[in-house]
């Protein structure tokens, strides 16, 4: 099954023709994705070196979790319904982007990945939380979580390069990869 | 004397060489943003501890003491490879309007950053009235978003 024919509909809507042609609001979206990730990211990297015992190591991890954790969950609304309108903005070309497809699985993960910390090990934060290096299983949740959102970072900024594009006629495997089907012409980018 | 400088930043091999590579920019600009998260991070910790939010159990010296490594490092990181993406576009620059107003807030953040919002966050938390916690926080927050924002505006004009 393909999205290719929703990406499609959703390319033709009016909205989206509007923000993709818009002056100001597209810039304006994308800045404010780009400028959340210092509340949203900032804060998991903060969470995430105290996981691995590398700073805040005199701070109970609980209270890291509690006292920044609804900073990161309301950074991470904004980033996610700033980038459902970048990519509301530019659907087909975004949908047949290799870095875009990279950073969409990676997200996946980074989200299972704080699913198995918060229903497994963080369950018994009160019983490991004050410890200056936590337990093995919560050092491995902040390694995955840093390196997964190192990776969705670089994809999301590699997703502006076109070097990959259905339009700059990849090889047998990147057009399978990106979906790429006949002739394609790509939505440009800013 | 600034323009005939960013011209000759411009005839050096280093802009040269980043300037020619098809990918070299984008790698610097993504380490660049990289680091824009931890310095993101390391300052928002800090600064919603002075406006009484975040980790606010701890006292505001411990919450300091934890952030400057981050800061300072992540700074350098941003710096070096801000250099970079300067240098593979100066003329590009001089006449942007964002990048002199990021470097203007980038200075100020700069100076701020490490001689007031530095002694606030060191002096005795219960000698000073909450007032300049909460002011130091508002400017740093200012400056640094004038930093942020007018660095993401260098890409989209010109």
């Not at chain 1, 975004?94 to 990676?106: D, G």
């Not at chain 1, 934060?125 to 970072?153: C, D, M, Q, Y």
């Not at chain 2, 990181?77 to 107003?101: D, R």
Request: with cysteine; charged share 15%; glycine share 8%.
């Amino acid at each position: 099954m393909s999205l290719l024919p929703f990406c499609e509909w959703l390319a033709s809507t009016s909205g989206s023709i509007a923000l993709h042609e818009s002056l100001y609001m597209y810039p304006l979206v994308e800045s404010v994705h780009v400028l959340t990730l210092c509340v949203f990211v900032g804060m998991s990297v903060m969470l995430d070196v105290r996981l691995l015992g590398i700073a805040l190591r005199k701070v109970p991890v609980a209270e890291v979790t509690d006292r920044l954790v609804p900073w990161m969950l309301a950074g991470f609304v904004v980033m996610f319904i700033s980038g459902l309108l970048l990519f509301y903005a530019i659907p087909v070309r975004s949908y047949q982007n290799i870095f875009f497809r990279m950073k969409v699985i990676a997200l996946v993960l980074a989200g299972a990945n704080a699913w198995v910390f918060h229903s497994g090990v963080h369950k018994k934060v009160h019983e490991w939380g004050i410890g200056r290096t936590p337990p093995r299983k919560a050092r491995l949740a902040g390694g995955i979580s840093l390196f997964l959102w190192a990776f969705i970072i670089v994809c999301g900024r590699m997703i502006a390069y076109n070097w990959f594009d259905c339009d700059m006629n990849p090889g047998p495997t990147l057009r399978l990869l990106t979906g790429c089907v006949g002739k394609e012409v790509a939505g440009g980018e800013k | 004397m600034v323009f005939s400088f960013f011209q000759w930043v411009e005839s050096t091999r280093m802009h040269e060489a980043i300037s020619s590579s098809s990918w070299a920019f984008a790698v610097i600009e993504s380490v660049h943003l990289l680091a824009l998260s931890v310095i993101g991070g390391a300052v928002l910790m800090l600064d919603l501890r002075f406006l009484g939010m975040g980790l606010r159990r701890q006292s505001i010296q411990d919450v300091a003491r934890e952030a400057h490594p981050w800061l300072v490092a992540s700074l350098i990181v941003m710096l070096v490879t801000g250099v970079a993406l300067f240098v593979s576009e100066p003329t590009k620059c001089y006449y942007s309007i964002p990048f002199w107003w990021k470097m203007t807030s980038l200075a100020l953040a700069i100076v701020f950053t490490f001689t007031v919002r530095r002694k606030v966050a060191m002096a005795d938390e219960l000698s000073m009235r909450p007032i300049w916690h909460r002011l130091t926080a508002v400017v740093s927050l200012l400056l640094w978003f004038g930093v942020g924002s007018g660095g993401r505006w260098i890409g989209f004009s010109g």
